[in-house]
C-alpha cells in the first residue's frame, strides 16, 4: 500500500477550466476598463461630433492597458500558487497579448503624434490651395 501523499493537489481539470474562463471575462473587462478610464482623464470625447481631439494623445491610456497587463501577470503567479495550471497558462498567455497591445498602441500613438506635428500648419495651406 503507498504512502498516503502529503503534499497539496492539483485543482480538478473542469474547476480549472472554469476559473480560466471567468478569469479571462474579468481580464477583458480590466483591460476595456483601464482603457476607458485613461481615455476619460485625459478629455477625449469619443461621441462628441463638435470635439476637436486633434491634440489629445492616447499614450497614457495605453499605459493603463499595461498596468492592467502587469495585474494579469501577478494573478498568474498567484494561480500558480493555488494549483490551478490551466488558469495560470492562460492568464500568463493573455497578460503577454495584452502587454503586446499596449506597447504596440503606444507605439502607433507616439509615431501619429509625430507625423502630425510634423506636418504643420504650412501643409494645410498647401493643400488649401490646389497647387500639385
Aim: net charge neutral.
Amino acid at each position: 500500500m503507498p504512502p498516503p501523499r502529503t503534499g497539496r493537489r492539483w485543482l480538478p481539470l473542469a474547476g480549472d477550466i472554469a476559473l480560466a474562463v471567468g478569469l479571462l471575462v474579468l481580464d477583458g473587462i480590466g483591460a476595456v476598463a483601464a482603457f476607458l478610464l485613461g481615455i476619460d482623464y485625459s478629455g477625449w470625447k469619443p461621441f462628441d461630433p463638435g470635439a476637436d481631439n486633434s491634440d489629445i494623445a492616447l499614450t497614457p491610456n495605453w499605459l493603463y492597458v499595461g498596468i492592467a497587463a502587469g495585474v494579469m501577470l501577478l494573478t498568474a503567479a498567484l494561480l500558480f500558487r493555488l494549483r490551478a495550471l490551466v488558469s495560470a497558462c492562460l492568464q500568463v498567455l493573455v497578460g503577454i497579448a495584452v502587454l503586446v497591445i499596449a506597447v504596440a498602441g503606444a507605439q502607433f500613438d507616439e509615431h501619429r503624434g509625430a507625423g502630425a506635428g510634423a506636418s504643420g500648419p504650412g501643409l494645410a495651406v498647401y493643400e488649401a490651395s490646389g497647387r500639385p
